[in-house]
């Protein structure tokens, strides 16, 4: 009992001085100068989702977004509030790149479809499938128990289950390929009430009376934890929670009437929003991933000890963490086996990147790091790919390197031609060289290539073949995972691809075929 005591009125006090208006000001004097968000700050090459966008806090943000001309999509369940929101964040910040996606957060089959049409809408522009930011915002907090048409209590499937949860890992795939992007879950200062409870608790299936404070609290501190956790597993990607603050919105004049004056002086809702705002353009190493952010700082997510330590009330053990994920992965139907992860593969050939590559940068060694192999590279090791451009005759010769696992000392090449197809030069015609070079042209489409390139990715039109390769012959985790998501994304059949082996012992050799030569 003094557990909960504690904790109820130690966030209360602290709430008095850090969540309100005033604690906002306060907190805004800290800020680095001249501020991230009133500069020149140009987002028009990354893409958002925010869910509950259409008024509040979600609106503030989306509305944030549009105005730096992000690419912004505001999933929401009403479809008038939605399309008057929208309207109203176009017409003021003159950005057409602002959308809608309907959708009942709190149903699985809504968010799976959702999140499919955002696929297909990003795969049908000129342009690769990214996603910067997701900001899970949307949630309510009802008096009485209600129940979604999936028979899951609203407020648990709204905030946690599939509003956070399984959106959060239909996204995760695209969130890997993007650079320093980020998953932000908007949490709340109730979670510092309790620490995650019982499965039956939770879920507010249990025999206790039903208290929407506390499912909300619950939900709210499952977010906490679910950050924590993903923060670990996919190190590529930010994970956050935060806190917008005692916020005058229409969701807390709803839920608390006239008891909100005990909350007062409530901020306005871009007070309560900017914090979030900052988390989804911030620099990526100024972010720290698993944290819980208030005001654009990292705050403690317990206080339940005496004179505002962090005690252990409100503390789950790591056992009853792992337990959380694994239901809540049952419960959304989850499978998040590799070849299962819910991306759309797109309709039709395989095609080269748009974007032009500097052909003289592109050029050199590069590592097969896995493919989807042909009948001359299945089982070998250390595989390699040189190139070099032959000004006179121009062409690329290519040199296909490659060992036995047997005798991984000895090399065997294969020479090869490509002639340039497109002006991107992104496709290429590769003549493979049997004595002499015979006269067919294989496609070969260069799908990918890190803006550094660091790393390739290579594809032929029906997706049969795929080639991932590095400029050097290990790549980190993080790298290899995403590298996979972006060949997973292209369509590819990732039951099929292999890891290559590159077990080097000694300095690697250069081609000895005597072409390419350089």
């Known amino acids: 009992m003094f557990g909960q005591f504690a904790a109820t009125s130690q966030f209360f006090l602290y709430g ?37 966008a259409n008024s ?21 369940r009403s479809k008038e509030r939605a399309e008057a929101a929208r309207k109203e964040i176009a017409d003021e910040t003159g950005n057409s790149k602002v959308h809608v996606l309907l959708a009942d957060i709190g149903l699985e089959s809504e968010v799976r479809r959702c999140w499919e049409e955002f696929i297909a809408h990003r795969q049908s522009l000129d342009s690769p499938v990214r996603l910067d930011a997701l900001v899970c915002n949307a949630g309510v907090l009802l008096n009485e128990r209600t129940v979604t048409s999936d028979d899951i209590e609203v407020t648990f499937a709204t ?9 959060g890992c239909l996204a995760m795939p695209i969130l890997k390929c993007t650079p320093e992007a980020r998953l932000i879950a908007v949490s709340s200062g109730g979670m510092y009430n309790t620490p995650w409870p019982d499965w039956p608790a939770a879920t507010s299936t249990g025999e206790a009376a039903y208290s929407g404070n506390l499912a909300y609290a619950y939900a709210k501190r499952g977010q906490v934890l679910l950050m924590e956790q993903w923060a670990v597993e996919h190190p590529q990607v930010k994970c956050v929670s935060c806190h917008p603050g005692w916020t005058d919105t229409p969701a807390v004049e709803e839920a608390y009437g006239s008891q909100k004056k005990f909350l007062e002086p409530l901020r306005t ?22 944290a819980f952010y208030l005001d654009r700082n990292p705050e403690t997510k317990h206080m339940a000890g005496p004179f505002f330590t962090e005690g252990s009330f409100t503390k789950n053990s790591p056992a009853e963490v792992d337990d959380m994920i694994r239901q809540l992965g049952e419960a959304a139907h989850e499978v ?12 039709g050939l395989l095609e080269a990147m748009a974007e032009p590559l500097e052909l003289k940068q592109f050029m050199g060694r590069w590592y097969v790091i896995a493919n989807i192999p042909t ?15 032959n000004d006179a005759k121009e062409h690329v010769a290519v040199s296909f390197g490659y060992s036995k696992p047997s005798n991984p000392k000895k090399r065997s090449e294969v020479l090869q031609r490509a002639t340039i197809v497109n002006d991107a030069k992104t496709q290429w015609s590769i003549s493979p060289k049997i004595g002499v070079y015979l006269p ?44 996979l998501a972006k060949a997973r994304t292209m369509g590819f059949d990732m039951k099929q691809v292999v890891k290559v082996p590159q077990i080097w012992d000694e300095e690697v050799p250069e081609p000895t075929g005597g072409y390419p030569q350089k």
């Not at 509040?56 to 929401?76: D, H, I, Q, S, T």
């Not at 946690?160 to 949860?165: D, H, I, R």
């Not at 007070?271 to 990526?284: D, R, T």
């Open 159 to 167: 905030h946690l289950l599939m509003g956070t949860y399984l959106l």
């Open 336 to 347: 998040l086996a590799a070849d299962a992860l819910c991306v759309r593969p797109p309709q």
């Open 56 to 76: 509040g806090v979600g609106k503030e943000v989306a509305r944030f977004l549009a105005k730096k001309n992000g690419c912004v999509y505001m999933m929401c």
């Open 269 to 290: 809702p871009w007070q309560g929003s900017e914090g979030i705002a900052w988390l989804c353009v911030a620099p990526g190493a100024e972010l720290e991933s698993g």
């Open 440 to 483: 067919i042209g294989i496609p070969y489409l260069i799908t990918h290539c890190a803006q550094d390139y660091s790393t390739a990715i290579i594809g032929v039109p029906d997706r049969k073949y795929l080639w991932i390769m590095a400029r050097s012959p290990q790549v980190d985790d993080a790298t290899y995972d995403s590298l």
């Open 375 to 389: 009948f001359a590279d299945k089982g070998t090791v250390n595989n390699t790919e040189d190139y070099v451009w």
């Open 16 to 52: 008095r001085r850090h969540c309100t208006q005033t604690g906002w000001e306060k907190h805004t004097k800290s800020y680095q100068q001249p501020d991230l968000l009133e500069g020149p700050l140009d987002l028009s090459e990354r893409v958002f989702i925010v869910t509950g």
